[in-house]
């Protein structure tokens, strides 16, 4: 095992070789290595097909988050009794697209009767060599965000109904979105760590790197790309509970310059469903991933460095 839990990594990764009956290859041939990993949830949207669809990029990011490739997907589902089959088939035919989308297969799956959630465990490979586990940031390394940021404020709004569906749909085509471009990206530019924004925020997903890599990150707030409507949203208090309990959880490990807005700061905590890849790169190799990404369409932002470490994981300036 070369990635467990102990490094609160997106997925786990392990080794084949001889032992587990794979050859070993020539003198200088990648390796290959397993990426695991699974994700369900509630619905994060009115809209069964898309709820099915974000579930399924959400967790498939994991894997590019990692620096691998998905091959293989189990269904995880949980629904009431008595749940609409128009839905059901609905879920699961936006998550079976976007499994398909991303190059891997469905081989099964479990369901079971009880409140709705769903998701999928989702297997890849990566080359161990080339792989960005959360432990490798060092200090001088650029940081990138290739999604912009308040997800979970777009979609707690929607849920109180304070915006409707044509307000909420261009959220939901970036929660729909693969990160399978900024993994490629990343990969072809050779960045040393990454981790995807998805439930512990952009503070508790970078924390997490900061932590691992022995290392701080300095995330300059006033780069920070944030998705339209989402901060006026945020700052009428339309955030997810996540907002609340990062700032609380992570209170001692984060240090937060004074007079930045309640609003953005409450964004920075939230959860996000989805979000992009958070890229460590040395400064030297910057200019690849900036080329990298362009070429495919995607944000180029820089939202801070790594530091060597000051006493917290997080610093907001």
Not at 135 to 162: C, E, F, I, N, W
Not at 234 to 240: K, L
Not at 285 to 296: F, G, H, K, N, V
């Amino acid at each position: 095992m070369l990635v467990g839990p102990q490094s609160f990594d997106d997925a786990g990764v392990f080794v084949l070789g001889p032992s587990e009956g794979v050859p070993a290859g020539a003198p200088g041939s990648p390796r290959v290595a397993l990426v695991q990993t699974l994700d369900f949830f509630p619905p994060v949207v009115d809209h069964p097909y898309w709820y099915g669809a974000i579930a399924a990029a959400n967790s498939l990011s994991d894997v590019y988050a990692m620096g691998g490739r998905p091959l293989t997907a189990l269904t995880l589902a949980s629904l009431p009794k008595g749940f609409p089959p128009e839905w059901t088939a609905e879920i699961f035919r936006g998550g079976f697209e976007k499994i398909a989308e991303a190059g891997a297969v469905v081989v099964g799956g479990h369901t079971v009767e009880s409140d709705i959630q769903f998701g999928f465990s989702v297997t890849g490979v990566v080359d161990p060599e080339r792989m960005t586990a959360n432990s490798g940031a060092r200090a001088g390394d650029l940081v990138y965000l290739t999604k912009p940021l308040g997800m979970g404020s777009m979609t707690t709004a929607a849920k109180k109904r304070v915006i409707d569906w044509p307000t909420i749909e261009p959220a939901v085509m970036q929660m729909a979105t693969l990160n399978a471009k900024a993994a490629q990206a990343m990969s072809a530019a050779g960045a040393r760590a990454a981790t995807d924004v998805t439930g512990f925020g952009l503070v508790g997903h970078g924390r997490n790197v900061a932590k691992a890599s022995g290392v701080t990150l300095r995330i300059e707030v006033a780069r920070l790309p944030i998705f339209p409507g989402a901060l006026e949203l945020s700052s009428a208090g339309h955030c997810s509970g996540g907002a609340k309990r990062g700032r609380i959880g992570l209170a001692d490990e984060v240090r937060i310059r004074p007079g930045i807005a309640e609003g953005l700061l409450n964004i920075v905590f939230d959860a996000e469903t989805s979000g992009g890849l958070l890229i460590a790169i040395p400064k030297a190799r910057a200019p690849i991933l900036e080329r990298e990404l362009s070429a495919r369409g995607l944000p180029v932002v820089c939202i801070g460095a790594f530091a060597a470490a000051t006493g917290v994981h997080v610093e907001l300036v």
